[in-house]
């Protein structure tokens, strides 16, 4: 089953759904600084566009773009700027 998510009114939105090899969500967000938590780990695909991301516990932003992909720990946030529509593809594990 293919489930849809929306959060930040409308600015992020993603569909979810379940594979042999896990679950995983698609998505698009407007421009906008976001903060996310995560109660898996999950990978973060950067598909088009650009994020600024900072994870939790560290001080400096790193730029993702096109390809590039970042991880994230189970139990932590971290948080985005897009400064336009950014598409990108999670897994969870």
Do not use: H, P
């Given at each position: 089953?293919?489930?849809?998510?929306?959060?930040f009114e409308g600015k992020v939105k993603s569909l979810g759904y379940s594979t042999d090899g896990g679950t995983s969500t698609i998505g698009v967000m407007e421009a906008?600084?976001?903060?996310?938590?995560?109660?898996?780990?999950?990978?973060?695909?950067?598909?088009?566009?650009?994020?600024?991301?900072?994870?939790?516990?560290?001080?400096?932003?790193?730029?993702?773009?096109?390809?590039?992909?970042?991880?994230?720990?189970?139990?932590?946030?971290?948080?985005?700027?897009?400064?336009?529509?950014?598409?990108?593809?999670?897994?969870?594990?």
């Amino acid at each position: 089953m293919i489930n849809s998510n929306e959060y930040f009114e409308g600015k992020v939105k993603s569909l979810g759904y379940s594979t042999d090899g896990g679950t995983s969500t698609i998505g698009v967000m407007e421009a906008g600084d976001y903060e996310f938590n995560t109660s898996s780990k999950e990978q973060m695909i950067v598909i088009e566009g650009s994020l600024d991301v900072q994870l939790a516990g560290e001080a400096d932003w790193k730029n993702y773009r096109n390809g590039d992909s970042f991880e994230v720990m189970a139990g932590s946030s971290f948080k985005v700027k897009s400064t336009g529509q950014t598409s990108y593809l999670c897994k969870y594990s």
